[in-house]
Nanobody, 123 residues
């Protein structure tokens, strides 16, 4: 089992920045690829980005590419989502997820999920 806890969400004005953190506990964190997903009210959960277990590979949704950056610190069991130039359409609950394998944009391939953290971007 892997337990994931997100933090760092909040209210920010358009154009601002936030950094989300995801703390992992349980099995060896460095064995897992990590993903970030988000879900806005009335919409399906969507892929934001992912990072490989070694941090050697990352992938991003087109909607966030160039604005969001994923990183991880395996020594601290942490993964981060740095969000810059935020837009109102980025408003959603953000989830981190872990999977024992290569990174993926498919939410159904992730084995463990956090409870989510709310990000609200005002215009």
């Amino acid at each position: 089992q892997v337990q994931l806890v997100e933090s760092g969400g909040g209210l920010v004005q358009a154009g601002g920045s936030l950094r989300l953190s995801c703390a992992a506990s349980g099995r060896t964190f460095s064995n897992y690829a990590m993903g970030w997903f988000r879900q806005a009210p009335g919409k399906e959960r969507e892929f934001v980005g992912a990072i490989s277990w070694s941090a050697g590979s990352t992938a991003y949704a087109d909607s966030v590419k160039g604005r969001f950056t994923i990183s991880r610190d395996n020594a601290k069991n942490l993964v981060y989502l740095q969000m810059n130039s935020l837009k109102p359409e980025d408003t959603a609950v953000y989830y981190c997820a872990a999977r024992a394998g290569i990174l993926s944009s498919r939410s159904d391939l992730y084995d463990y999920w956090g409870q989510g953290t709310q990000v609200t971007v005002s215009s």
